[in-house]
């Protein structure tokens, strides 16, 4: 009974002594790290690998299929600002894409949202399924996005322009074979399919807004625009931030929805720079000049990121 009572009166540091027997403290220096060590190790296999293997491919005039993969240094890079290239003009032409594209999609996608977000915050009568159905088609693969909306908007045996035609309206709408309803499928099928994942970002960070600040802007008078203004803008500004970025990230990405709806048609102004990648680099067999081409788009796709970056701290200040 007297060992039990000294025992219970031992202070916590001499206890944790005495059980350590000699092992590592769970609270030693080294703690935080292991913890972060199958994280640093995955991430190191499986990104930063990767990543300077490629760049190390883009170094050199490299085909998978050949023994040979001689070194050319900067030649892959310095080929795409060469006009007298081959690569050249194609290369660009998907840039171009690329950036129409994200331009079209990202403002609708930080919008459209939003409103939605902020519809789907009110208080209604079945909200929740709204929400779900909202949200549904984002859990499909590209390859069902892509396959459905092809045979829908078919130019000539589509269901849509039946419909059309059904109802008077045009029903030869060339939705995936001219410009520019290529662009108009593109990015009205992107922004069907991924709007839910934004609205579900926005909602929860609606939901971290204090209802005390809507309640102080009605007392001092404001209405639905000043509360909208002054109290939930500011309070979405960091999912704002995350938003903005990573549906450019997403859309400069494009590829999926390109390659099965309008197969880069009509010719190749469709043709993204994924596409273009992907096509040299597993079709011509050019992974140096596809890897070159990937660092290229990601640096630029970074100095975006940077802007946006430090656009929002311009408006924190």
């Known amino acids: ?51 300077v293997y490629g760049l190390w491919i883009s170094l050199h005039d490299w085909d998978y299929l050949l023994p040979g993969k001689p070194f050319v240094g900067l030649d892959n890079y310095q080929a795409l600002f060469d006009s007298s290239s081959a690569v050249y003009s194609f290369f660009w032409e998907s840039m171009s894409a690329t950036g129409i594209f994200t331009l079209l999609s990202v403002p609708l996608l930080l919008v459209v949202p939003l409103m939605l977000a902020l519809l789907l915050n009110r208080k209604f009568k079945g909200r929740t399924i709204f929400r779900a159905i909202y949200f549904a088609p984002y859990v499909l693969g590209v390859a069902v996005i892509g396959v459905l ?52 970002i926005y909602l929860a960070g609606l939901q971290d807004i204090p209802r005390e600040l809507y309640e102080a802007a009605r007392i001092d008078g404001g209405g639905k625009w000043a509360e909208f203004r002054h109290v939930t803008l500011p309070g979405l500004r960091p999912v704002l931030l995350f938003v903005t970025v990573n549906t450019i990230l997403v859309s400069a990405n494009m590829f999926g929805q390109s390659y099965l709806i ?6 190749t102004e469709t043709r993204t720079a994924i596409m273009y990648i992907a096509q040299v680099g597993l079709s011509d067999y050019k992974m140096g000049s596809a890897a070159a081409m990937s660092y290229l788009l990601t640096a630029a796709l970074l100095l975006i990121s940077l802007l946006v970056f430090r656009l929002f701290r311009e408006k924190d200040s």
């Open 262 to 267: 309008t197969q880069g048609a009509p010719g």
């Open 149 to 200: 909306w092809r045979f829908l908007l078919d130019p000539n045996l589509g269901v849509v322009n039946a419909i059309l035609g059904a109802v008077g309206l045009p029903g030869d709408t060339p939705w995936t074979t001219a410009l520019p309803w290529g662009w108009v499928t593109l990015v009205g099928v992107t922004v069907w399919w991924t709007l839910g994942f934004n609205a579900v």
């Open 1 to 51: 009974m007297a060992a039990e009572t000294a025992l219970t009166r031992t202070p916590p540091a001499q206890a944790d002594e005495a059980h350590a027997g000699g092992r590592v403290r769970r609270n030693g220096p080294l703690t935080p790290y292991l913890f972060l060590l199958p994280y640093f190790v995955v991430f190191a296999t499986f990104v930063l690998a990767p990543a």
